[in-house]
């Protein structure tokens, strides 16, 4: 973290970002199973394997949707509270590490930020997860483990965001994984 007297820079390696939602697999992983197969048992979830080891092309296929549609999110929630809206936003791919992203070019409150930041793993991870749950949807609920796994870049930098007070400015980092704070 590099600072100056009233901004402070908080930076995460890409590489870091992808082992953090690796390692959130598991924890993950246990707590929508354990739930799901109290609740329905054990065949929706075999069932569920069975779908997906068949369907792998559609699975690839909606693998990449859900890759625009969470950038999207990210891009759409912020656009909402930017001055400026979509002309704030700009999307890509860190080609290094096959990483896609969505930038704010805007300072945003604190709040402002942290929806945009958590509004993908949200709606394309949690909310499908305890749908799959209550309806007993085996390929749902693994697909939404995996996909809000794939929110564990945006968890990290969420986390790191909660130290500091509700009063700050944030701005995401045009480069880098990570935001620029402002003091108020």
């Known amino acids: 973290m590099t600072t100056t007297d009233n901004q402070f820079e908080e930076i995460i390696e890409v590489g870091k970002a992808n082992r953090q939602a690796l390692?959130?697999?598991?924890?993950?992983?246990?707590?929508?199973?354990?739930?799901?197969?109290?609740?329905?048992?054990?065949?929706?979830?075999?069932?569920?394997?069975?779908?997906?080891?068949?369907?792998?092309?559609?699975?690839?296929?909606?693998?990449?949707?859900?890759?625009?549609?969470?950038?999207?999110?990210?891009?759409?929630t912020w656009a909402f509270f930017a001055k400026n809206g979509f002309k704030s936003i700009s999307f890509g791919i860190k080609w290094s590490h096959l990483t896609p992203y969505c930038h704010c070019s805007e300072p945003l409150k604190r709040n402002h930020y942290i929806l945009g930041g958590i509004m993908p793993g949200l709606i394309t991870g949690i909310l499908p997860m305890f749908f799959a749950i209550v309806s007993a949807n085996g390929w749902l609920i693994l697909a939404s483990i995996f996909i809000t796994a794939t929110a564990g870049g945006d968890f990290l930098v969420l986390r790191r965001v909660l130290k500091y007070p509700p009063d700050y400015i944030f701005i995401d980092h045009p480069k880098e994984i990570g935001f620029i704070v402002i003091k108020s």
């Open 23 to 76: 390692l959130m697999l598991l924890p993950i992983t246990a707590l929508a199973v354990v739930p799901f197969v109290l609740i329905n048992g054990f065949e929706p979830l075999v069932n569920g394997i069975i779908f997906l080891k068949h369907h792998q092309l559609y699975i690839l296929v909606a693998f990449l949707v859900l890759i625009l549609i969470h950038e999207g999110l990210h891009g759409v």
